[in-house]
């Protein structure tokens, strides 16, 4: 578990500031996941990336933007947070497809507050 | 469309009772279903899915089609059982291939 890594673990911020959230795995995992965890959402799926450089929206993409240059990291950037952005926010990873029967791992969250 | 529901947004026991934490999802396909579960200051982890058919930590899940169900039960809860627990849904097809559906998650806590 300790082969995936997310930081800061806490921020908070001002609305109308740009915020990034970094998330680094060792395990050369070809797919990673941003989801935000919310009080009666549950997890809901932000961005995820099948490999570097290829990415896809998920449920809510909407004030976020991500990137995948090298492999190993997954930054998801809010580019003007809002206070709705609140929550937090986990990065996981898996080793395949996960429809393969390969488990997403996570990392151990980032907490933000949008003032 | 794909929808995992968990009625239950909080579940109280006294140690040693039987558990069971449900879960009910909406899915045209043939879906993977999971349990993971989050400890206290700790990030989530993958407790079980439906087809490994393993125990873990006591725990099991059938996945019962017929009633579009998936829930998590345990015939003796330990306070070390008390987490937060999230039924999540794998879509098989389409737009929903591989990706993760998750429900808002059931707050067991295990009473002395």
């Known amino acids: 578990d300790a082969g995936i890594t997310q930081s800061p673990r806490y921020k908070i911020t001002e609305t109308g500031r740009q915020v990034t959230l970094m998330c680094h795995q060792t395990w050369s995992h070809s797919y990673m996941f941003w989801y935000r965890q919310d009080l009666g959402h549950g997890l809901r799926l932000i961005y995820y990336s099948a490999a570097a450089d290829i990415t896809d929206k998920g449920e809510v993409p909407d004030g976020y933007v991500v990137s995948r240059s090298k492999t190993e990291n997954f930054p998801l950037t809010l580019e003007s947070a809002t206070r709705s952005q609140t929550s937090v926010y986990f990065c996981?990873?898996?080793?395949?497809?996960?429809?393969?029967?390969?488990?997403?791992?996570f990392g151990a969250g980032t907490r933000l507050s949008v003032l | 469309a794909q929808r995992v529901t968990q009625p239950e947004k909080l579940l109280s026991v006294f140690k040693g009772a039987p558990v069971e934490l449900k879960c009910n999802y909406s899915y045209s396909g043939s879906p993977e279903l999971f349990w993971y579960v989050q400890y206290s200051r700790q990030r989530l982890q993958l407790l079980l899915r439906?087809?490994s058919r393993e125990s873990i930590k006591g725990f099991t899940a059938d996945l019962n089609k017929g009633e579009t169900s998936f829930h998590l039960k345990k015939p003796f809860a330990q306070e070390e059982d008390s987490a937060m627990y999230y039924c999540?849904?794998?879509?098989?097809?389409?737009?929903?291939?591989?990706?993760?559906?998750f429900g808002r998650g059931t707050q067991l806590t295990v009473w002395p």
């Open positions: 996981a990873s898996s080793e395949g497809r996960p429809t393969q029967g390969n488990i997403q791992y």
């Open positions: 439906h087809i």
């Open positions: 999540a849904l794998m879509g098989s097809r389409g737009s929903t291939l591989g990706r993760l559906y």
